[in-house]
């Protein structure tokens, strides 16, 4: 849920782990568009689809195996865990304000044996991932450049925090390699 920066390498993350079904929702069609070049087989428009319904539709009524946040928004958080099968792992990538609260039924957890975590980084251990990271990136797998869709100067820095939040660009980039 979310294709942002953060959205498209989770995508990525499932593509490169070898999942089958890599299911991106926004509500921004041009960065469902750009979801299908890092990883997505379907994508669903959630402003005029029902999340749900489709992840159920995709999965055969199953839901998903594991299902990812990464907007931080907690109805958001709720929804993902929502569209996990039985067993299924929802994950809570987006950061939100950490008074920010959720409400979820307390069966879900015993009788649909599901598991509501989060990530920061993605969990990463640089020392180990760095290197793999590296060596993804290199052999093409890993689309770092494909990222950056804007690059602003130091002077250009408003606007690049302007555009970020405006959802304009998949990731900006303040060069300072010139200063």
């Known amino acids: 849920i979310g294709t942002g920066g953060v959205g498209l390498n989770v995508l990525q993350g499932a ?9 991106a929702a926004d509500i921004n069609d041009d960065k469902l568009e750009h979801a299908k070049k890092f990883g997505a087989t379907h994508v669903v428009n959630s402003r005029t ?9 995709l999965t055969e009524g ?12 907690p109805d958001c958080y ?4 929502k569209c996990t099968c039985k ?22 957890f015993p009788k ?6 989060g990530a920061m980084y993605g969990s990463c251990h640089p020392g180990r991932d760095m290197p793999m990271l590296l060596d993804l990136y290199r052999a093409g797998k890993l689309l770092l450049d494909e990222l950056v869709t804007q690059e602003y100067t130091l002077e250009q ?22 200063l």
């Open 15 to 23: 593509r490169i782990a070898g999942a089958k079904t890599i299911i």
């Open 87 to 108: 067993g299924g792992t929802a994950c809570m990538v987006g950061l939100t304000d950490e008074s920010a609260t959720i409400t979820v039924p307390a069966g879900v």
């Open 78 to 81: 709720v929804e993902a865990l």
């Open 157 to 178: 820095a408003r606007q690049a925090f302007d555009d970020l939040e405006a959802g304009r660009n998949l990731r900006g980039v303040i060069n300072i390699a010139n």
């Open 49 to 57: 689809q029902s999340l749900l319904k489709e992840v159920r539709k």
């Open 62 to 73: 199953d839901g998903a195996d594991f299902a990812f946040e990464a907007i931080g928004l």
């Open 112 to 117: 649909g044996e599901k598991v509501l975590t």
